[in-house]
């Protein structure tokens, strides 16, 4: 469809269109594709998993490793954007890879379903790493996808129908996934969640191929140069010590928060807490509790733009961690659960938006995939390092003095920050009584 019989997406009018689409139908569930293996492969519905079979801590946080591809997805995205998947080639270039992907989460959450980690963790150590390796390919190729299906006055929608559906598979792969395993046990848990992937892959076989742009054919010829460009683009636009700056900045933002990850399903466990009691406050409560902090970050920022919110969001993402002595003062009382959940949700949520935004104003528009997706990856790495060493800390100290100590690792962000304070471009705000 040509740009000019493309139909209008602008105003309230144009935005209630493009929510009726069927792209937006089916962002959503592939949304939730991307969200319901997250939790159960990578983080707390995995970890809560270990330690109810008597797991060490120090074992639960090396094991969470498992799932560094999620971190790791830019090193083969412009394999996806060259081939389709040989195997599934007949459905298109974006499709074969997205159909392979979401059949390789439901087998892998499957084999989870059969694996016995109290008599040996290697087979589910396997399954975490063919599971994070798909469920980073899904989430890669429906970034594409989102991009490609439909021109960018309806991207604003498409992106909100993916994150409800992204949202709801958090909070079945989070809090379905417990409430089943407090009742029904494990086994039945990730079965359950292997068999909700056949929406997605029913979603998949249902949509259509996006068009492929003649430049994107163009630029594959140039294989190679996918991989350096993107690099060297960054730093021609930024500077070399500028560039490095920003790149570390990016990596320390949520640094305090995502150390605390990995054990947050064992402390929960060790407090006193049952899995239905984590279900309800940290995966339902507290699931809408980030959205509604996500929603203030966006007013926020547009409201007041980046360095401002930067500075807020920084604080915001450890103080938060403090909220969490409560529980370790007051063990199996849920107002502290509530009163912990309430503050760290409301931050990380605030603080996920402003960084978003942030990150999407250092892209070259020539190389925003992957320079997105680089800098997704560069702000969850050292996190997810540091967060696979968090059990021994907490085993030599206590759960209190791991949270002290995560909340005074902002320092290193704070002075980089002030040191950006004068470098950061601000959004260009639109004049008023602009395009309705």
Excluded: H
Excluded at 378 to 394: D, E, H, I, R, T
């Amino acid at each position: 469809m040509s740009e000019a019989a493309a139909p209008s997406y602008r105003g309230w009018a144009g935005i209630r269109r493009a929510f009726a689409t069927p792209s937006a139908l089916t962002m959503l569930v592939l949304g939730f594709g991307s969200g319901l293996p997250f939790l159960l492969i990578a983080s707390m519905t995995l970890s809560t998993r270990l330690r109810d079979v008597g797991l060490d801590l120090g074992s639960i946080g090396l094991i969470s490793l498992a799932s560094f591809f999620y971190l790791l997805k830019f090193l083969w995205a412009p394999l996806i954007d060259r081939y389709a998947f040989p195997l599934t080639a007949f459905l298109g270039r974006r499709r074969s890879w997205l159909l392979f992907a979401q059949l390789l989460v439901a087998a892998s959450l499957f084999a989870l379903a059969l694996a016995r980690p109290d008599l040996g963790v290697g087979p589910l150590v396997a399954w975490v790493l063919v599971g994070s390796f798909a469920g980073a390919t899904q989430d890669s190729v429906v970034d594409a996808y989102r991009i490609e299906i439909a021109p960018a006055s309806a991207q604003a929608a498409l992106a909100a129908t993916y994150t409800l559906g992204y949202r709801f598979g958090l909070i079945l792969g989070g809090a379905g996934a417990l409430y089943l395993a407090e009742f029904q046990g494990w086994r039945w848990a990730y079965t359950a969640m292997a068999a909700l992937m056949l929406l997605p892959v029913a979603a998949t076989l249902l949509s259509r191929e996006p068009d492929q742009p003649e430049t994107t054919v163009e630029r594959r010829i140039d294989f190679l140069g996918a991989f350096w460009q993107p690099f060297s683009s960054y730093f021609r636009n930024n500077g070399v010590a500028l560039g490095l700056v920003l790149l570390l900045f990016v990596g320390l933002f949520k640094f305090p928060d995502q150390v605390i990850g990995v054990m947050a399903g064992p402390f929960y466990l060790d407090s006193g807490y049952s899995k239905a009691d984590i279900a309800t406050v940290s995966k339902l409560y507290g699931i809408w509790t980030g959205i509604a902090g996500a929603f203030l970050g966006g007013m926020a920022v547009a409201a007041y733009g980046f360095r401002r919110m930067l500075f807020v969001a920084t604080l915001g993402v450890a103080l938060s961690n403090l909220a969490f002595l409560l529980m370790a003062q007051y063990p199996s009382q849920i107002w502290a659960f509530y009163a912990a959940i309430t503050a760290d949700n409301l931050c990380q949520g605030f603080a996920g938006v402003v960084l978003i935004a942030f990150m999407s104003s250092l892209t070259d528009r020539a190389f925003t995939a992957t320079q997105f997706a680089l800098l997704v990856s560069l702000a969850n790495l050292p996190g997810k390092f540091a967060g696979g060493l968090s059990g021994y800390l907490v085993e030599r100290t206590s759960y209190s003095t791991f949270f002290v100590l995560s909340a005074l690792t902002v320092v290193p962000t704070l002075l980089l920050l002030a040191w950006l304070w004068r470098r950061i471009r601000e959004p260009v705000k639109e004049p008023s009584g602009g395009a309705t």
